[in-house]
Every structure is written in C-alpha cells, then in structure tokens.
C-alpha cells in the first residue's frame, strides 16, 4: 500500500469510528477519560452487515486502529466479557486473550519508553 492509500484509508477509518462512536457510545469509546470494554469476537461480521456503504477493508482497518490502543489492551486485561453493538455480553475474555494484551501492553509501553528516552537525547544535543 503506498502512502497516499494508506492516509485515504487511515481518513475513511477515522471517520468511520466516529460514526461507530456516535451510533454506539457505549460500545466505541473515544473519550480518552472513559474505559474501553472488550469488543465481541466477530464483530466485523455483525459491523459489515450493519454498515453495508463502508468497505470491509475500511471496517478491518478501524477496528485494526481501534484495538491496537494501550486502552483497549487495559480493557481486555480488566474485562470479563466482551461486548456486542448492543453492549449485551457476548463470549467472555480468554486467559490467552488477557496473555496476549499484556505482551502487547508490554511491548507498546517498551517502545513508548525507547522514543521518550530518543526524544530525551535529542533535546540534550541541541543544548
């Protein structure tokens, strides 16, 4: 994917999660100050057909950027169940599921430390 794609895309996904967020408010959380809840495994399907006009690819690529947020890895490792478009449980959070947050918490939190630590340097350099 070349860089023009991926912005028009990353713009259409952006937009798209708002109008999840505005069409369901307790279930797409954008507020940083509100706790995310673990999304049902399989929403794609229950988004696509609920969403016929946004590309799947669109659709792959919001949830992509909505489940990839160090918040949404603290929902995982704090919740029980996991939630469908209506917030009614559906499924429940696995070990291996709250293993694999916490790895990728883990490294996230790692990287976040090795840009600061980067930024750091720099600022000293320039002194």
């Known amino acids: 994917m070349n860089k023009a794609t991926y912005y028009k895309i990353k713009s259409e996904a952006d937009a798209f999660l708002a109008r999840l967020a505005d069409d369901h408010p307790d279930v797409f959380i954008l507020d940083k100050s509100r706790a995310k809840i673990p999304l049902k495994v399989g929403i794609y399907k229950d988004i696509r057909k609920l969403y016929p006009d946004v590309s799947g690819r669109v659709t792959h690529f919001a949830l992509k950027r909505y489940t990839s947020?160090?918040?949404y890895y603290r929902a995982i490792l704090s919740g029980y169940h996991r939630y469908d478009l209506s917030v009614t449980p559906s499924g429940k959070v696995?070990?291996?599921?709250?293993?694999?947050?916490?790895?990728?918490?883990?490294?996230?939190?790692i990287s976040r430390s090795k840009v600061a630590k980067i930024g750091k340097n720099e600022t000293k350099k320039g002194h």
């Open 69 to 71: 947020k160090r918040s």
């Open 94 to 109: 696995t070990a291996k599921q709250r293993d694999t947050a916490k790895e990728r918490l883990k490294r996230s939190l």
